[in-house]
Structure formats: C-alpha cells, structure tokens
C-alpha cells in the first residue's frame, strides 16, 4: 500500500517537495507513461488542496495530421478531449512553452471550460529537449488560489517527468 498523505500543516514550497519526492519514488522504476500519469495525477489531487481538477494533457495529432493537446490521466471531472495548440490555458501553456497562471479563468480570453466549477488554473508544460510533450493542469473553484510558489513547484514536476511520461 502507498500511503503518501501530506501534513496538512505543511508550507506550500515543503508540500511540493513531498510531492516531487513521492512522484520520484513512486515513477523512478516505472517505464509505462500513463502509470506514471496516472499516479502522479492521484499524488497532486492527495497534495494540493482545494483543487476540483488535476491532470494532464499530452502532445498528439489531429486526424488531419496537426499537433494538438489530448487528454491523459486526471483526477476530476470528465474533460474536453482536444485541445488545438494556442487555444485556451492548456493550449497557451503547450504554444509558448511557459507556465500560465489564471487567478479568474473568466477574464482570460479563450479560456475552455471543461468543468463550470473552476474559476482559476495553473497549467505547466512538460518540456523534452525543449519541446513541450505534455501540460499538467490544476483546476480550483477558488478564485487566485494558485500563486508562483505552486507555480515553481509544479515546474519541479515536471522536471522531474520529462523523461518518464
Ligand atoms: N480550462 C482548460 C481546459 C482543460 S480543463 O480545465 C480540464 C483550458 O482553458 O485550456
């Protein structure tokens, strides 16, 4: 049994430590991407709080052969399938390569509304050799609930799973 429950008297920079040591010890020996999606998406949802979507999107195709985002593992509601690249959060973090952090995700314009829930979002893209292969995305139904030290945390992450997602 894993049994990675976080303190909940933790700061947010030590949560995220935790939560990169238990990505660490729960993908290092795990080659399959989508276990490794799967159990970090279960990990985020344990560790961050006030959250109503956790998860990932990663880089595919569209039938006519365009890059686009596809929805990977999550914790959460059921979500947009596909998103083009530039389009809304997700597709903006995918098209710049740099985090986006939305404190009102009604004032950011193109914003995809997957679940009406969610009033703010930080979405971090996973970069391999420089090129982006998939977005981890945080969705909260509190407004601002996201600030730079989830930010930095997050990019940790994703450091952490370039090379095993
Ligand atoms: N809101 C996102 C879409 C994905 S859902 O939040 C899960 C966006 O604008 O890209």
Redesign the pocket.
């Known amino acids: 049994m894993y049994d990675f429950q976080p303190d909940s008297s933790l700061d947010t920079r030590e949560r995220y430590r935790q939560l990169v040591d238990a990505a660490d010890a729960l993908t290092s020996t795990e080659p399959d991407p989508v276990a490794n999606m799967a159990n970090v998406a279960a990990l985020i949802w344990e560790f961050v709080p006030d959250l109503n ?1 956790a ?1 990932f ?1 990663r880089m595919g195709e569209s039938a006519e052969g365009k890059r686009e985002l596809v929805l990977g593992p ?1 914790v ?1 509601r059921p ?2 399938i596909r ?1 083009p690249i530039g ?6 973090a995918a098209q710049t390569g740099s985090t986006q952090l939305v404190e009102d ?1 009604h004032t ?1 314009a ?6 009406a829930a ?1 009033r703010s ?1 930080v ?1 971090v893209p996973v970069l391999r050799d420089s090129e982006v292969i998939a977005v981890i ?1 945080l ?1 909260s139904p509190n407004e601002a609930r996201f600030t730079d030290e989830d930010a930095r945390g997050l990019e940790d992450l994703a450091r952490l799973l370039a090379d095993r997602i």
Not at 87 to 92: I, N, P, Q, R, T
Not at 110 to 115: E, F, T
Request: charge should be negative; hydrophobic fraction near 40%; aromatic fraction near 14%.
């Open positions: 979507w998860g999107y999550f959460g979500a947009c998103i389009a809304g959060v997700c597709g903006s995700v950011f193109g914003h995809i509304a997957c679940d969610s979002e979405v995305d969705d």
